[in-house]
């Protein structure tokens, strides 16, 4: 059996992997990166917040992703069945940092990463798929790949970054899943030709549709002329909807009173997918030999689009930590990976549990939302949530509730 041996071996090629081969190859580092499927490849994770641009920039892949002329998204809009409407401007945010960003078709964006890599010189085995690893007590390991013929090879490894995604692949293999916080949610999404593109901004915006406090529906345009739509809501409700993945869908788009007219009677470029129960958790971020980045460590909820943004975060900062590890400093992976992991994920958590609580949609459909508390709580949407002199940040946990409260006071007419 063939065998090879690298210093960092990456699982998975979308952004979490793709960040985190571009730093560790720019450190002169030998390392592979093995990818189950061939690019282009469908995965969902279209809109994208401004964190993850730092990332982008930080490892040198922001030029080949601008080259795609992509859609940019400079903010968010909220919408709902009664007329009302929140918009967040990325300009407009507490926290200085990027105040744009994109709005991708994931297999163009994620291919456009993977030829960078390639042109760099990095090693990217695609249709390979990681099926067992070996941990010696040191931390060294031995990764069986096996290829779409069934032949298997080994690789050896100092460290692995396990940036598999939903494979979740060393998660499975060392029993590392753990239940996740956020309520459990489905979700039925495709992609449509979008003939009726209203002229201007509008058309090309980013939109939350709120059918109700739970169930919501994301419409994300692409530059290509296509749009992303679905919809996000308990299980036994999106469940509730008959026939086919595409009847359902069509069903659906009648609760959005903003959206039904554009999308009425346009063609699905695919049948509609369902998901449900994506939210997942980990035991531990890290062990002897590997860390876990993106999808394959932590996924809360699609609502405020994330997942890519943690997924560059975690990799950038893995990878950062691999380098020194193996050029000799010492790391403190407790506190500068997972603490430091966690604090966001943590923040982001409270935004997606008071969305489905109702908390956020209050204050977002405020007629007169304090313009300080909106940028604070756009900074967060951007993504900048490891900035704690942003209140929102620093005491998430307890300022959404109370702010929904004084609004739903206000409202009431007893504040
Ligand atoms: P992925 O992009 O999933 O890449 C992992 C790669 O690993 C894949 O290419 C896969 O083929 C490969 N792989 C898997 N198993 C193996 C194996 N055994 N061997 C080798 N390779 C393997 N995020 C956002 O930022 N914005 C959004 O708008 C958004 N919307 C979402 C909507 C829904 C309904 C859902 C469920 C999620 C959404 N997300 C969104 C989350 C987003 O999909 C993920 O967070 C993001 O793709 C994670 O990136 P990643 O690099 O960790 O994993």
Known sequence: MQNEIVDVLVIGAG???????????????KIKVVEKNSFPRFVIGESLIPRCMDHFEAVGLLPCLEAEKFEIKRGARFVNGKGEMCNFDFSEKYTDGWDWTWQVP????????????????????????????????????????????????????KYIIDSSGWGRVLPRLLDLDAPSSIPKHATIFTHVKDIKRPEGREGTMITFDVVDTETWLWVIPFSNGDCSIGYVGPIDYLASFEGTPTEK????????????????????????????????????????????????????????????????????????LISK????????????????????????????????????????????????????ICAVLAGYVWDKSNPFVKNHDRLVKTVARVTEMEQEGTA
Request: proline share 2%.
């Open 325 to 376: 590890e193996l050029k000799g400093e010492s790391v403190n992976w407790e506190t500068q990976y997972k603490d430091y992991i966690m604090y966001g994920v943590n923040v982001f958590s409270t935004y997606v549990k008071e969305w489905y609580t109702g908390n956020l949609q209050k204050i977002f459909f405020h007629p007169t939302i304090n313009l300080g508390i909106k940028e604070q």
């Open 106 to 157: 994931r297999a163009d964006f994620d291919k456009a990463m993977t030829d960078e890599l390639q042109q760099w010189g990095v090693d990217i085995d695609f249709q390979k798929e990681v099926i067992a690893v070996d941990f010696t007590e040191d931390g060294a390991s031995t990764t069986t790949i096996k290829d779409v013929d069934g032949n298997e090879s080994t690789i050896q490894a």
């Open 15 to 29: 952004p979490s992997g793709s960040v985190a081969a571009a730093y560790l190859h720019k450190q002169g580092l």
């Open 249 to 320: 869908l069509r069903e659906m788009m009648k609760l959005s009173n903003y959206y039904f007219e554009r999308f009425d009677g346009v063609d699905y470029k695919f049948e509609p997918r369902q998901i449900k129960n994506f939210s997942a958790s980990v035991k531990q971020l890290y062990g002897k030999g590997y860390a876990l980045t993106g999808n394959s460590a932590e996924f809360l909820d699609p609502v405020f689009s994330s997942g890519v943004t943690f997924a560059t975060e975690s990799a950038h900062l893995a990878a950062q």
